[in-house]
């Protein structure tokens, strides 16, 4: 069974955040950003699974900028076995993101999707129940 992990690049969970000075968004220069805490749990949980013979292929997938390819490095390092990017510089809402995870499950049709609980950025909770709907999961 393959098992798809999506992976969210945010903050790091120990910086301080800035505000830019006209107030219209966090300020992200010079700012280390990580993987979110929650998506690593999600890709932990997946090459465990790999591990029990459960999953034959864990396939993580980011939605971001082309700097997000750290976080797909991240996950490879935790094990996953392949990493896709949807490449994008557009501040991506928790809606456009099921959508544009959908077309990726459609793709490649995991046996198992498996998203982190929420991310530590907006706290929305959002995403994996979208995605549930649209891909007619639940």
């Known amino acids: 069974m393959k098992v798809l992990v999506a992976v969210k690049r945010v903050i790091d969970y120990n910086v301080k955040i800035r505000v ?18 929650f998506c690593e749990i999600a890709v932990e949980e997946a090459v465990r699974l790999k591990e029990k013979g ?22 490879l390092a935790l094990g ?6 949807v490449e994008t510089d557009d501040k991506v809402e928790s ?16 046996g198992l999707t498996i998203l982190g609980k929420q991310s ?5 909770n959002q995403t994996g129940q979208m995605l549930a709907a649209l891909a007619g999961m639940g």
């Open 20 to 37: 830019k000075p006209d107030h219209s968004d966090v300020d992200l220069t010079n700012v280390k950003m990580a993987m979110n805490p």
């Open 120 to 124: 530590i950025d907006t706290d929305n």
């Open 80 to 85: 996953a076995d392949r990493a896709i990017h």
């Open 54 to 75: 459960v999953a034959s292929e864990v396939v993580a997938v980011t939605i971001g900028p082309k700097a997000a390819q750290e976080q797909l490095r991240t996950a």
């Open 95 to 110: 809606l456009t993101a099921a959508k544009l995870l959908k077309r990726v499950v459609d793709d490649e049709q995991p």
